[in-house]
């Protein structure tokens, strides 16, 4: 397909998975391909695939991704070697293309659905700037906890809350304890706001049944998504003792609508960054034998009402790369994760938790950027932000890059804030 040669997002060396639903059909797996969505189904049916096994095509079939994430590391190699091939031959092109829809440049038009039917969700907490940042607001003179360096923290969130880019959140209301007051009330959210996160979606039903040892963790991630955990501060700070967060998280969840996979990820793997001298080794059983992180790019971008009213482009307010943020790599989080004996299932979600370096315009959510909102960002235009406001659009945007490999995508996830009064 010579029109995703450059593709920012989508050249060939991607090829990650959407669900889509077209008018009047089920949701159908589809593959980006450049400025295409390539319907699997279709694809199949032009006689694409035949060297796959039925079990691999049944999968394609599938109205999600669980189907395909459940078989094994080779078959879903199988599956982008067969695509590849087909999308790199001319002889292709004209047989695969009742099968491509122009993707909208306005993604919100497209219907797209949360490509894995998510069972359960669990979120991290594996920056370390992160969790030192927020830890210096709270606990000034103890701001990491003594157990950081030795135990991946997590909690469990709501399967339920996950949706996909574009999102509308409706503003929760939840207890909040205004300051110096003696009682809480029950309002609105003062201090919304999003984190900016990956997501490591599951598989490998087979793999899944055995103990997931730090040799083998790897192999059960499927892909990738960009994630964002919206998070009500205020009612946060209310809730979080003793057993963390909980109605001030599980409002809503929005993933990307395209999984990159662990294989088009494999050029942009970089070995975790060495811990600094004096910092605990990790336990033996989460020491994992050429532990690997990804460079991958993250961009934060908020717009406002005004800003749109004045023709004023989205505007950038951070940027992180993954590699340089985690003090717990994706192999440990799922290490960690089964050690007790958990049983995880295909397509379950692991959030990264705040992915955060050590300056400003590298925090991945506002609580750290703005010190709790006491300074706020100022945007073009002259408004300022110390929690988002209603309209406020946020688009968290994420590639990767490496020399002697082309760059791939993950196109948008995004979201709007609205108060339902
Ligand atoms: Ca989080």
């Not at 159908?28 to 279709?42: D, K, S, T, Y």
């Given at each position: 397909v010579v029109s995703a040669n450059g593709h920012p997002d989508f050249p060939i060396q991607n090829l990650p998975y959407g669900v889509v639903q077209f008018e009047l059909f089920q949701p159908e797996i589809v593959v980006a391909i450049g400025p295409f969505a390539l319907r699997l189904r279709g694809a199949l049916e032009a006689g694409w695939g035949e060297d796959l096994s039925l079990e691999i095509r049944a999968a394609l079939m599938a109205p999600w991704l669980n189907e395909l994430a459940a078989l094994r590391p080779a078959d879903w190699t199988a599956v982008r070697l067969a695509l590849s091939d087909a999308l790199a031959d001319p002889a292709w092109e004209d047989r695969l293309r009742p099968a491509m829809e122009l993707i909208p440049d306005?993604?919100?038009s497209f219907d797209h659905n949360v490509p894995v039917h998510v069972g359960d969700y669990t979120d991290f907490y594996a920056s370390i700037y992160h969790a030192t940042n927020v830890g210096a607001l709270f606990?000034?003179?103890?701001?990491?906890?003594?157990n950081y360096k030795w135990v991946p923290i997590g909690y469990h969130g709501r399967a339920s809350t996950i949706d996909v880019s574009f999102t509308v959140v409706d503003r929760p209301r939840g207890q909040i304890m205004l300051p110096g007051a003696t009682a809480p009330e029950y309002l609105w959210t003062r201090a919304l706001d999003y984190e900016v996160e990956l997501g490591l979606i599951l598989g490998d039903a087979a793999g899944l049944r055995w103990p997931t040892t730090a040799e083998t963790a790897?192999?059960?991630?499927?892909g990738v998504v960009l994630l964002n955990d919206w998070s009500a501060r205020d009612i946060q700070s209310w809730e979080y003792q003793p057993l963390g967060p909980f109605l001030s998280k599980s409002f809503r969840t929005t993933v990307s609508p395209w999984i990159v996979t662990s294989d088009a990820l494999r050029p942009f793997e970089v070995p975790m960054p060495r811990r600094p001298a004096g910092d605990p080794a990790p336990l033996e059983h989460l020491t994992v034998p050429d532990d690997f992180t990804w460079s991958i790019q993250l961009e934060t971008q908020i717009e406002t009402s005004g800003m749109r009213e004045q023709d004023l482009p989205i505007h950038t307010v951070s940027r992180v790369n993954y590699a340089d943020a985690m003090y717990w790599s994706p192999a440990q989080l799922v290490t960690h994760h089964t050690s007790n004996g958990c049983i995880m299932n295909v397509g379950d979600l692991l959030g990264t938790g705040t992915i955060s370096g050590p300056t400003p315009d590298s925090c991945g959510c506002l609580l750290e950027m703005t010190k709790r909102g006491t300074q706020p960002i100022i945007l073009p235009g002259g408004e300022s932000r110390g929690f988002l406001e209603d309209n406020d659009v946020v688009q968290i945007l994420g590639y990767c890059e490496a020399p002697h490999a082309v760059r791939i995508g993950f196109g948008d996830c995004s979201g709007s804030v609205e108060t339902d009064e």
């Amino acid at each position: 397909v010579v029109s995703a040669n450059g593709h920012p997002d989508f050249p060939i060396q991607n090829l990650p998975y959407g669900v889509v639903q077209f008018e009047l059909f089920q949701p159908e797996i589809v593959v980006a391909i450049g400025p295409f969505a390539l319907r699997l189904r279709g694809a199949l049916e032009a006689g694409w695939g035949e060297d796959l096994s039925l079990e691999i095509r049944a999968a394609l079939m599938a109205p999600w991704l669980n189907e395909l994430a459940a078989l094994r590391p080779a078959d879903w190699t199988a599956v982008r070697l067969a695509l590849s091939d087909a999308l790199a031959d001319p002889a292709w092109e004209d047989r695969l293309r009742p099968a491509m829809e122009l993707i909208p440049d306005d993604a919100s038009s497209f219907d797209h659905n949360v490509p894995v039917h998510v069972g359960d969700y669990t979120d991290f907490y594996a920056s370390i700037y992160h969790a030192t940042n927020v830890g210096a607001l709270f606990r000034p003179d103890q701001p990491l906890l003594p157990n950081y360096k030795w135990v991946p923290i997590g909690y469990h969130g709501r399967a339920s809350t996950i949706d996909v880019s574009f999102t509308v959140v409706d503003r929760p209301r939840g207890q909040i304890m205004l300051p110096g007051a003696t009682a809480p009330e029950y309002l609105w959210t003062r201090a919304l706001d999003y984190e900016v996160e990956l997501g490591l979606i599951l598989g490998d039903a087979a793999g899944l049944r055995w103990p997931t040892t730090a040799e083998t963790a790897r192999d059960r991630i499927f892909g990738v998504v960009l994630l964002n955990d919206w998070s009500a501060r205020d009612i946060q700070s209310w809730e979080y003792q003793p057993l963390g967060p909980f109605l001030s998280k599980s409002f809503r969840t929005t993933v990307s609508p395209w999984i990159v996979t662990s294989d088009a990820l494999r050029p942009f793997e970089v070995p975790m960054p060495r811990r600094p001298a004096g910092d605990p080794a990790p336990l033996e059983h989460l020491t994992v034998p050429d532990d690997f992180t990804w460079s991958i790019q993250l961009e934060t971008q908020i717009e406002t009402s005004g800003m749109r009213e004045q023709d004023l482009p989205i505007h950038t307010v951070s940027r992180v790369n993954y590699a340089d943020a985690m003090y717990w790599s994706p192999a440990q989080l799922v290490t960690h994760h089964t050690s007790n004996g958990c049983i995880m299932n295909v397509g379950d979600l692991l959030g990264t938790g705040t992915i955060s370096g050590p300056t400003p315009d590298s925090c991945g959510c506002l609580l750290e950027m703005t010190k709790r909102g006491t300074q706020p960002i100022i945007l073009p235009g002259g408004e300022s932000r110390g929690f988002l406001e209603d309209n406020d659009v946020v688009q968290i945007l994420g590639y990767c890059e490496a020399p002697h490999a082309v760059r791939i995508g993950f196109g948008d996830c995004s979201g709007s804030v609205e108060t339902d009064e």
